[in-house]
């Protein structure tokens, strides 16, 4: 019996179609495994333009939330600043809870820490089982307040309130006469910055050199012509006279009110009378 043929789907590929076959096989695997270089382009500027996308939208929402929780702390310090009682155990750790929350978020924001360094040194008002010892108030800040300067050197706010810090904690040092002078080369007519050098140089009279009783002496005339923050509702002026009693520096005071024409008005005045009087 004749054979019947073998199937031809069956039948053996010849050599040089097997390797023709080969050869279309690589150079389809090679063109699947590249894609074309503006696909990729594109793939790949999709990737830029989306991750530009989320930072766009979380950058402002993420310091949004920071300056928020600045506002909170600063709301009460106003607060405390117009109406001292009010300041409380709650009060102060809420003020103390969003400044930390605002620097957890913005870091090494000079204004953020500032403020910080403000809410610790109100905390020494409260008792040390309330909140924390007073000496880790201080020391925090003390930090804080240097962190602050070392991004934002000519707040002279920042300036008087480091140097009130160093006080506070006995370090009279170069730090600390470096700071009234830095106070007021960037502060020579902030009322607060004006009480402030007034306090000290009051404080350490008997220490201080001429040229730095003369200082002193500049300062209190500042006070008492810019005696007035709106925001606080605070009267530098009242404030001043009263540290002249506790420093017991009216002979220092009266004189100035005396031979000081621009002061010598204040004369009138019946606190001041009253505390010239002797």
Known sequence: MQSLPDNPMNAPISGSMNDSIKKRKKRTSKTKAKLPLPILMRKAALVVIFSLLIFAISFPVKYGIANVQYYAADHLLISWHKSPQTLNVKSW?????????ANELQPN?????DIKGKVLLWGLNLSDS???PKPQLLNLALNSF????KIRPVWANTWIDL??????????????WLALEKAEKFGPYMPEVNLGLSTIYMAFWPQLTIIQKAKGIEQISRTMIQPYNKDYSFNYRSALIERVKLYKKENVFCTLIKVNKKLKHFG??????KLCAG
């Open 93 to 101: 750790q809420q003020a103390f809870k969003s400044i930390n929350k």
């Open 268 to 273: 009138r005045h019946s606190s001041i009378k």
């Open 130 to 132: 309330e909140i924390m």
């Open 109 to 113: 924001h000079p204004l953020y820490l």
């Open 146 to 149: 240097k962190q602050s300067l």
């Open 163 to 176: 140097a009130m810090t160093k006080w506070h904690l006995n370090q009279i040092d170069d730090e600390f």
